[in-house]
């Protein structure tokens, strides 16, 4: 049942599949999933999510867009969509376990952390991902992977947002550095020259 | 311009992420949650469906429903030997003074009309 359903939807665009999946479609959205599930547990994982944990949330995650896939219309795409709301389902998983608190402690230490020096070695975004702090890879990855605005990470973290920003940024000076060893030192000598 | 392209950089790092070995567990296991999640709905409507059917039964039993239906039956009869007795007269004043026969036909009238809006009560609830 579930092959012949797939070959149905494999030619199918997103937006499509999700009407589809709208009207009670199962196999349709299960087509989704497969496409896009790896993108959602990657993000997660980025957040700093264990392996198992990421694939818990990730497939909570699936199970309530398909439950609120009618609020879904296309205007960004579907795997954005999904990242979101596996975003917040992971903070609110943390907020219960009480580990957001010990990160936005952890993320006092993170100033003093010893970035690592394996410049040389070739460097791919998990390996940058690993030199960032854990609130820092948190709000990095929340803003870039997972599309949320500042201030929507901000309210999901719960933190203010001023503080959301400079992580950010800290994240990012971190990650250019590490990514983009020229254009990170350009801005270092910038900075040592200003 | 340079932060500027740096993020988007950064944006496109993250959408390529690798696709995991496995994807397809990942969808089945996915597929068999929202499979299981169904079936478990299908249950809960059936029961809730047996349920409200039972208790419908149960309240139409308690409202003696048989017994209305029977009253109505014989507020009926009634009504067609009122009608029969006024068709072989003719003065409708005479028949109404002689023994009281149109305030029964009134009542007769009204229990039968009474019976269909108990029933018509019944059926909308």
Same mark, same amino acid.
């Given at each position: 049942?579930?092959?012949?359903?797939?070959?149905?939807?494999?030619?199918? #665009?997103?937006?499509?599949?999700?009407?589809?999946?709208?009207?009670?479609?199962?196999?349709?959205?299960?087509?989704?999933?497969?496409? #896009?599930?790896?993108?959602?547990?990657?993000?997660?994982?980025?957040?700093?999510?264990?392996?198992?944990?990421?694939?818990?949330?990730?497939?909570?995650?699936?199970?309530?867009?398909? $439950?609120?896939?009618? $609020?879904?219309?296309?205007?960004?795409?579907?795997?954005?969509?999904?990242?979101?709301?596996?975003?917040?389902?992971?903070?609110?998983?943390?907020?219960?376990?009480?580990?957001?608190?010990?990160?936005?402690?952890?993320?006092?230490?993170? $100033?003093?952390?010893?970035?690592?020096?394996?410049?040389?070695?070739?460097? =791919?975004? =998990?390996?940058?991902?690993?030199?960032?702090?854990?609130?820092?890879?948190?709000?990095?990855?929340?803003?870039?992977?997972?599309?949320?605005? #500042?201030?929507?990470?901000?309210?999901?973290?719960?933190?203010?947002?001023?503080?959301?920003?400079? #992580?950010?940024?800290?994240?990012?000076?971190?990650?250019?550095?590490?990514?983009?060893?020229?254009?990170?030192?350009?801005? $270092?000598?910038?900075?040592?020259?200003? | 311009?340079?932060?500027?392209?740096?993020?988007?950089?950064?944006?496109?790092?993250?959408?390529?992420?690798?696709?995991?070995?496995?994807?397809? %567990?990942? &969808?089945?296991?996915?597929?068999?949650?929202?499979?299981?999640?169904?079936?478990?709905?299908?249950?809960?409507?059936?029961? &809730?469906?047996?349920?409200?059917?039972?208790?419908? %039964?149960?309240?139409?039993?308690?409202?003696?429903?048989?017994?209305?239906?029977?009253?109505?039956?014989?507020?009926?009869?009634?009504?067609?030997?009122?009608?029969?007795?006024?068709?072989?007269?003719?003065?409708?004043?005479?028949?109404?003074?002689?023994?009281?026969?149109?305030?029964?036909? %009134?009542?007769? &009238? &009204?229990?039968?009309?009474?019976?269909?809006?108990?029933?018509?009560?019944?059926?909308?609830?």
């Amino acid at each position: 049942m579930a092959g012949a359903g797939h070959s149905r939807f494999a030619s199918l #665009h997103d937006v499509e599949l999700s009407s589809h999946a709208a009207m009670g479609e199962r196999a349709a959205f299960g087509e989704l999933v497969r496409r #896009h599930g790896s993108a959602v547990r990657g993000v997660l994982r980025r957040m700093g999510a264990a392996p198992a944990e990421a694939d818990d949330v990730a497939q909570d995650a699936f199970l309530t867009a398909f $439950e609120r896939i009618a $609020e879904f219309r296309g205007e960004g795409t579907f795997a954005a969509w999904v990242k979101k709301i596996a975003a917040r389902l992971y903070l609110r998983r943390l907020q219960r376990e009480k580990k957001l608190g010990a990160l936005a402690v952890e993320a006092a230490d993170d $100033e003093t952390r010893p970035q690592r020096s394996d410049a040389d070695a070739s460097i =791919d975004l =998990d390996g940058a991902l690993k030199a960032l702090g854990a609130t820092e890879r948190l709000c990095v990855t929340m803003c870039f992977g997972a599309g949320l605005s #500042h201030t929507e990470a901000a309210e999901a973290l719960n933190l203010p947002l001023g503080t959301v920003k400079s #992580h950010v940024k800290r994240g990012l000076d971190k990650l250019r550095a590490r990514l983009a060893p020229e254009s990170g030192a350009v801005a $270092e000598e910038r900075r040592s020259n200003g | 311009m340079a932060e500027v392209d740096f993020e988007r950089r950064l944006e496109r790092l993250f959408a390529e992420g690798p696709e995991l070995a496995d994807a397809g %567990a990942f &969808a089945e296991r996915v597929e068999r949650r929202l499979d299981a999640g169904w079936t478990a709905r299908r249950w809960l409507i059936g029961a &809730a469906g047996v349920v409200g059917g039972v208790i419908g %039964a149960s309240q139409l039993m308690v409202s003696n429903l048989f017994q209305r239906v029977e009253t109505a039956g014989d507020s009926a009869r009634l009504i067609s030997s009122g009608f029969n007795r006024i068709s072989s007269q003719t003065d409708w004043l005479s028949v109404a003074s002689a023994g009281g026969v149109g305030v029964w036909v %009134a009542a007769a &009238a &009204a229990v039968v009309m009474m019976g269909f809006v108990l029933t018509r009560v019944i059926g909308e609830i």
